[in-house]
């Protein structure tokens, strides 16, 4: 068996008896020619030659087999060698290295072939996940009516403001009603947004990417759609911006690292294929900080528009300065732990963290699978309400993402709420609180209030 190290089953059977008969043969001549060899000593019988050379023959090929094994031996060692550099533990020698490598085999890998056939598919798809896929649910019941949406209500009488800065701090739903009614059209909201964008962010640095080509592109689309009769509802048309964490083809998703300003990802992030069939259109993608955390980026730091001497706070830095300085009417961020909590309180903004699950993270950077969210940053409690309607639901790449069944905001009967404060509460305060509650669930309502003040009276005078 040494002659041939992986014999296959009929070639060792087939050598074993050839080499079995020869060296019958040759034990019996050799037998036969024992005494003439003791009467003279200098007769070396043909088959003793033919047997000697055999085992000289069989030794080297011994030898040769052992080499070649050994060689094998050495080579795999320093190619394991190699990998444990990578693991920081090349100081483990070849003898060692392929003991581990042994045991691995024979006892890791079946166990984690074991774990992976308990939680996973035939196809890859885990139908079990446990705890490598957060999963919310509470119970298996389906949710009913999922894809259902808001009934949005319709506002009467919005006329064209004079200034495009009265425009740029308008609410979606006002916006949604010029567009719908033809008095502007989307390439002309992406011209105004676009140019604050562009004017305002050497101040706040809080944009990254500016999406020229690709707004002006879906612009055209929605206004010759609309030229058709066809109208998506109150995104359509209206532009927005994304936090630089969230994949968009074609444009860069720097994570606001500069180690990945030039990474480029071909695929689309659900929630923008969510924005995009509402007709909602990309302007810019904004700051996050780096790899998801505070504001501080590759380009620089964001600054709170209420204060530029202060900062945004909070990675969803970008979005949150860029709503509150009305460079776009709402953007979309993101929050692990106060990333969309924070930037909106030091910024002054209206901005929603959903329950985790509410909207799908496809082609979102990951840094806590059981924590992240996105959610939406605007200037009224009924924009964000119109954005979460859009972006929620189910993602089928996303796993945690689910149905979350919501009652319609804007279906509420407002003479039945209440509204609770404590009794050292200052009236002052409470009082505009409670009827500004009110006044956002009835849209109509709030618009009569606001029709003699200016609507972009929400943000630092230099913005204006």
């Known amino acids: 068996m040494e002659l041939d190290g992986c014999p296959s089953p009929s070639t060792g059977l087939q050598r074993f008896c050839f ?95 074991a774990n992976r056939e308990l939680v996973a598919s035939e196809n890859g798809g885990l139908h079990n996940p446990s705890c490598l896929i957060f999963n919310p649910e509470w119970t298996n019941e389906q949710v009913e009516n999922a894809s259902n949406r808001f009934s949005y209500p319709t506002l009467s009488g919005i006329q064209k403001p004079k200034t495009e800065e009265d425009i740029a701090f308008m609410s979606i ?95 689309e992030a659900w929630v923008y294929k969510r924005l995009k069939s509402a007709g909602a259109v990309l302007v810019a993608k904004l700051v996050s900080g780096s790899l998801a955390y505070d504001d501080i980026w590759f380009g620089g730091r964001t600054r709170n528009p209420w204060n530029i001497e202060e900062f945004s706070t909070g990675s969803s830095a970008g979005p949150a300065a860029s709503t509150s300085a009305g460079m776009v009417p709402f953007a979309i961020g993101s929050e692990t732990a106060g990333s969309i909590t924070y930037p909106a309180a030091r910024c002054g903004v209206t901005a929603l963290r959903p329950t985790f699950g509410t909207v799908g993270r496809t082609g979102v950077m990951s840094i806590a699978e059981s924590l992240d969210k996105l959610g939406p940053f605007c200037r009224s409690a009924e924009d964000c309400t119109v954005v979460l309607d859009t972006i929620r639901g189910k993602d089928p790449d996303d796993p945690s993402s689910r149905y979350i069944p919501l009652d319609d905001p804007f279906s509420v009967d407002i003479k039945r709420l209440t509204v609770g404060y404590t009794d050292d509460a200052e009236m002052e305060v409470s009082a505009p609180i409670s009827l500004s509650y009110i006044t956002q669930l009835n849209p109509e309502v709030a618009y009569k209030k606001k029709e003699s003040k200016k609507t972009g009276n929400t943000c630092h005078k230099q913005f204006m």
């Open 19 to 113: 080499f079995f008969v020869l060296f019958c043969f040759l034990f019996e001549a050799r037998s036969a020619c024992l005494s003439q060899t003791h009467e003279d000593p200098t007769f070396n019988p043909p088959f003793l030659t033919l047997h000697n050379r055999f085992l000289a023959e069989s030794n080297d090929m011994i030898m040769d087999s052992k080499n070649n094994r050994c060689s094998e031996k050495i080579n795999k060692g320093s190619q394991l060698r190699e990998a444990f550099k990578m693991l920081d533990a090349n100081f483990f020698d070849d003898t060692k290295v392929l003991d581990i490598a042994r045991e691995a085999k024979e006892l890791n890998l079946p166990i984690f072939a």
């Open 173 to 267: 739903l006002e916006l949604g009603e010029l567009i719908r009614t033809k008095q502007i059209t989307s390439l002309e909201l992406v011209q105004i947004f676009l140019q604050r964008l562009k004017r305002y962010n050497p101040v706040l640095e809080s944009v990254i990417t500016y999406t020229d080509e690709l707004a002006y592109k879906q612009a055209k689309e929605a206004d010759e759609l609309l030229a058709k009769g066809v109208y998506l509802g109150p995104l359509h048309g209206i532009p927005y911006g994304l936090k630089d964490i969230i994949v968009v083809p074609g444009y860069k998703t720097t994570w606001g690292s500069g180690s990945f300003k030039d990474q480029v990802h071909n695929i």
